[in-house]
T-cell receptor, first 117, second 110 residues
Framework: EAGVAQSPRYKIIEKRQSVAFWCNPISGHATLYWYQQILGQGPKLLIQFQNNGVVDDSQLPKDRFSAERLKGVDSTLKIQPAKLEDSAVYLC???????????????FGPGTRLTVL | KQEVTQIPAALSVPEGENLVLNCSFTDSAIYNLQWFRQDPGKGLTSLLLIQSSQREQTSGRLNASLDKSSGRSTLYIAASQPGDSATYLCAVLRGSRLTFGEGTQLTVNP
């Protein structure tokens, strides 16, 4: 079974530029998550999708971050414009809601390391 | 709001030593607790998942315990090896939200 795929693996941009990350979840997984992991910290949830609908985006900085999952499979996360403090690893995860939205194991992709100069 | 704390933040041990990593959480109403490993520049690898109804899980040289009532979990690594060097993260699942600790950076010296 193929895992969660993410691209690019690394990205370096200057502040005020825009950037987009892509995630392809495990086949059949309806739930998709984006996390931000700043160096030395644990991952923090940015947004959770169930199919193509948003379940939880309470920790997403909506003034500059946006995410979509138009067809309920792949997802993109965008930052516009980027700030220095956005330098982090962006992790995508997916899970299969066998019994509903809650209590399901999440599987993580390799992440995208973003450096904002 | 769920808070997860991991102690120690960093640990350095000689090869062959047995060690314990600690994780505590403030809200005991969890579905499960999971231990992950993260190598530098890489994603998360799931090591062990303990359901809220379970007390422990074992995989090879790893053993994780869960005391939900006291809000604590431990990850025991037996006979540590240099290849075990990584950051170990614990995370608790409540509802559909996974909350992580800040990790313990482990170095096993040959």
């Amino acid at each position: 079974e193929a895992g969660v795929a993410q691209s690019p693996r690394y990205k370096i941009i200057e502040k005020r530029q825009s950037v987009a990350f892509w995630c392809n979840p495990i086949s059949g997984h309806a739930t998709l998550y984006w996390y931000q992991q700043i160096l030395g910290q644990g991952p923090k949830l940015l947004i959770q999708f169930q199919n193509n609908g948003v379940v939880d985006d309470s920790q997403l900085p909506k003034d500059r971050f946006s995410a979509e999952r138009l067809k309920g499979v792949d997802s993109t996360l965008k930052i516009q414009p980027a700030k220095l403090e956005d330098s982090a690893v962006y992790l995508c995860a997916s899970s299969s809601p066998r019994g509903g939205l809650t209590g399901n194991e999440q599987f993580f992709g390799p992440g995208t390391r973003l450096t904002v100069l | 709001k769920q808070e997860v704390t991991q102690i120690p933040a960093a640990l350095s041990v000689p090869e062959g030593e047995n060690l314990v990593l600690n994780c505590s959480f403030t809200d005991s109403a969890i579905y499960n607790l999971q231990w992950f490993r993260q190598d530098p520049g890489k994603g998360l690898t799931s090591l062990l998942l303990i359901q809220s109804s379970q007390r422990e899980q074992t995989s090879g040289r790893l053993n994780a315990s869960l005391d939900k009532s006291s809000g604590r979990s431990t990850l025991y690594i037996a006979a540590s090896q240099p290849g075990d060097s990584a950051t170990y993260l614990c995370a608790v699942l409540r509802g559909s939200r996974l909350t992580f600790g800040e990790g313990t950076q482990l170095t096993v010296n040959p």
